[in-house]
């Protein structure tokens, strides 16, 4: 199966029909171009169809099965990878070596990249190119050029992939923040002047597709976290993503303005904080401390921030639940914030951490019962994506990166914001673009992989 130079196709292997392990491939005129490729986390006590159970310390990253492209991989032009969350990233080290092809990214982005194939021995071997907001470049048979917009890390990029036959706009992971405090922020005028340029095709984030309203801003956030953090008498601990560089800007803003002393509580966390402040995105009034000495200071002299909002095994806040953290041991009176919010699936192991604290006497603030907005989502809520499909005005809508009641109620708003025709499908069916639109289910084999003992192994 190769595309002509008729055709233009989208074909998702991983990231269509779920949320999480982003795997998209474009074809034309002969050529691949891929965009995104990333991991997911199965549930602990999943059964495998190999048989193994996977629990017991960390579950397995996964990732989509890229045996279709890895069969063509001399017609593989790159890879984009348009932002450093693990769904579109984390798997780059694991599946690059059956791809070899040149990966074009970022500089926030590049950053992280470059620290995770480290780890695998695989820093100087990886061609990594990065490129700048707003710039083109010529990849193989396509023509991309790297838009701003927000989201919920910093550096993110929406795709305009230009060919001869057709344009196709791929947002990535996106929310309109008109105040995102770190990083680049996004232009109306970029949207619209891709309507005027004609755009075949829009393959957008559906993760909130049935959210009423406008995401909330970053800025927005402020306030309801000062006033929480003003009044608490001992320790505080909040919990975040570590990606979230502008939450983090924001608490150590905070800190300064409660006189408390703020360290970061957590590998993720340390790891990103640095990579921002080697891309120049670390703001230099936030200053941080060692954890280490967090355990000497006055209590209300104390602001941690820590990894495991979800509830993960063997995270900082976990860690500080079980009295097991070598920096210090939280109190009664000590106050621990979710600025966060649950990802589906991990529900339970949230509630067992929270009741661990409690028993500990700590004061547990959710950002379901703060009564104040203490999280922001990154992803677009209806309103958003109306202005989006009213900005780019594509002739046909594809939503991914969601399952499948979130791309079902995405193409009804997307038709009801003008635009003639949606195409919502799966990982493996081939959507045609051009030369005549529509969807051939399941023409290609997909699956998922799983990192288990050092080796890539099928598990479904
Ligand atoms: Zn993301
Ligand atoms: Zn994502």
Redesign the pocket.
């Known amino acids: 199966m190769t595309p002509d130079h008729n055709d233009l196709w989208f074909l998702p292997l991983g990231g269509a029909g779920e949320i999480g392990m982003n795997l998209n491939l474009y074809g034309h005129d002969g050529q691949w171009l891929m965009v995104d490729c990333g991991v997911t986390f199965p549930k602990p006590g999943r059964i495998a169809a190999d048989g193994t159970v996977h629990h017991r310390g960390e579950p397995p990253v996964q990732m989509a099965d890229p045996a279709f492209i890895a069969d063509r991989r001399d017609k593989l032009a790159g890879l984009i990878i ?2 450093a ?1 693990e ?2 990233i984390g798997a780059v080290p694991y599946l690059w070596p059956l791809l070899q092809c040149p990966v074009y990214t970022s500089r926030f982005t590049a950053e992280i990249l470059r620290r995770k194939l480290a780890e695998f021995d695989l820093l100087h071997r990886v061609p990594i190119i990065e490129v700048d907001t707003g710039e083109r470049r010529q990849i193989g048979t396509f023509n991309v050029q790297w838009l701003a917009l927000t ?3 910093p550096d ?1 990029n929406a795709l305009m992939i230009r060919t001869r036959i057709g344009n196709i706009f791929h947002s ?2 996106w929310k309109l923040d008109d105040n995102p405090l770190v990083g680049h922020g996004y232009t109306t005028s970029t949207f619209t002047d891709l309507a005027e340029e004609g755009v075949a095709a829009m393959v957008c984030d559906s993760t909130n597709a049935t959210v009423q309203g406008h995401s909330v801003s970053e800025a927005a956030l402020h306030e309801g976290l000062r006033d929480l953090i003003a009044v608490a008498e001992g320790r505080v601990i909040v919990t975040c993503f570590g990606s979230n560089i502008a939450r983090l800007h924001t608490l150590a803003s905070i800190a300064r303005e409660t006189g408390r002393y703020m360290g970061l509580l957590g590998r993720s966390l340390v790891n990103m904080s640095g990579a921002a402040k080697a891309t120049g995105l670390w703001p230099g009034s936030d200053k941080l401390i060692s954890p280490a000495h967090l355990g000497y200071l006055p209590r209300h002299e104390v602001l941690g921030v820590a990894t495991g909002s979800q509830g993960e095994p063997r995270t900082a806040l976990r860690r500080l639940a079980q009295g097991s953290h070598p920096d210090f041991e939280l109190e009664a009176g000590d106050t621990v914030i979710f600025s966060a919010r649950a990802i589906p699936g991990n529900e339970e192991a949230i509630e067992a951490l929270i009741s661990q604290l409690r028993k500990l006497g700590v004061i547990v603030i959710t950002a379901e019962d703060a009564g104040v907005p203490i999280h922001a989502s ?2 677009p809520a209806q309103d958003e994506l109306k202005a989006m499909y009213r900005w780019v005005q594509p002739r046909i809508a594809i939503p991914v990166h969601g399952e499948a009641e979130h791309m079902d109620v995405h193409a009804d708003l997307a038709k009801g914001a003008g635009v003639p025709r949606a195409m919502v499908g799966r990982n493996g069916d081939l959507f045609m673009v051009r030369p005549v639109p529509g969807i051939r289910r399941q023409v290609v084999e997909t699956g998922r992989l799983g990192w288990q003992k050092q080796e890539l192994v099928r598990v479904y």
Request: aromatic fraction near 0%; hydrophobic fraction near 10%; glycine fraction near 16%.
């Open positions: 348009t932002h969350h769904d579109h989201h919920s890390i993110p990535g992971d990154g992803h």
